[in-house]
């Protein structure tokens, strides 16, 4: 993203945008471009991040720190479950990311600057 393309959609007033962050590899991109858009004035409650979360080596640690890292760098983070090619989704990880997909509790985890209490989470194989 250029410091143009921030003016053309200021200019064309667009509501709402939407980023995509699916691989940690994809940091600096996403970092730049919410540099970009905040100091061309676009607000989180326009810039939108979809955050993907429970592939493969993933941590629960690991992902709120994305969506945390999101949030700083200027946007509004969508959470989205990794979901293998059968469409099977790890059941651990879907009660894990119940709160962040909320987005009251979501905004509120965030705006407080606090991690989910791990002390509530149950894995299924610590059963």
């Given at each position: ?78 959470i989205m479950q990794y979901m293998d090619d059968d469409g099977n989704r ?38």
């Open positions: 993203m250029k410091a143009w393309h921030v003016d053309l959609l200021r200019e064309a007033k667009t509501q709402r945008m939407y980023f995509a962050y699916d691989n940690p590899s994809d940091w600096k991109e996403i970092l730049n471009a919410g540099k970009l858009l905040r100091d061309g004035g676009i607000s989180k409650n326009k810039a939108k991040c979809y955050v993907l979360a429970g592939f493969d080596n993933d941590t629960f640690e690991d992902a709120e720190k994305r969506f945390h890292d999101t949030w700083e760098a200027g946007f509004t983070p969508y790890d059941p651990d990880w879907h009660r894990f990311l119940a709160d962040w997909k909320h987005p009251r509790r979501r905004a509120k985890m965030l705006d407080e600057g606090r991690l989910t209490n791990k002390t509530d989470f149950i894995c299924s194989d610590s059963n």
